[in-house]
C-alpha cells in the first residue's frame, strides 16, 4: 500500500491551501484515512481524520478552520486548509488504517510527508 500526498508549500497568513492524498495498492478496505502533521522540533499530532462510515475527529486548534473531505471510490483524502497561522507549519502525513487482500485486520500506513509553511 502506497499514500501519496500532494498539494503542500508556502503560504501566507490567512491564507488557504488544499492537500490531497490518494491510497493505491491492494486494498480491500481503508477503515479511517487523514491527516497528521509534525510541526518543527515537535512530535507528530492528530490533525484530523475521518472513517469510511464519515466519523470525524480533528484537533481543536484546527476546528472551523480545516476540512477534511474524503471520497471512498477513489481512496482519496483532501485536506482543505483556510485561515492559515504561522502555526501550521509544519510538514503533514496522509495516513490511513488499511485492510489488504489476503490479510486480516488493519494495517497503519502512512504517505512521505508534504510540507505547509505559513509565512509572510
Known amino acids: 500500500v502506497q499514500l501519496q500526498a500532494s498539494g503542500g508549500g508556502l503560504v501566507q497568513p490567512g491564507g488557504s491551501l488544499r492537500l490531497s492524498c490518494v491510497a493505491s495498492?491492494?486494498?480491500?478496505?481503508?477503515?479511517?484515512m487523514g491527516w497528521y502533521r509534525q510541526p518543527p522540533g515537535k512530535q507528530r499530532e492528530l490533525v484530523v481524520t475521518k472513517t469510511s462510515g464519515g466519523a470525524t475527529i480533528d484537533a481543536d486548534s484546527v476546528k472551523g478552520r480545516f476540512t477534511l473531505s474524503r471520497d471512498n471510490a477513489k481512496n482519496t483524502v483532501y485536506l482543505q486548509m483556510s485561515s492559515l497561522k504561522p502555526e501550521d507549519t509544519a510538514v503533514y502525513y496522509c495516513y490511513a488504517r488499511v485492510s489488504t487482500y489476503g490479510s486480516s485486520g488493519y494495517l497503519d500506513y502512512w504517505g512521505q510527508g508534504t510540507q505547509v509553511t505559513v509565512s509572510s
Open positions: 495498492g491492494s486494498i480491500f478496505s481503508i477503515n479511517v
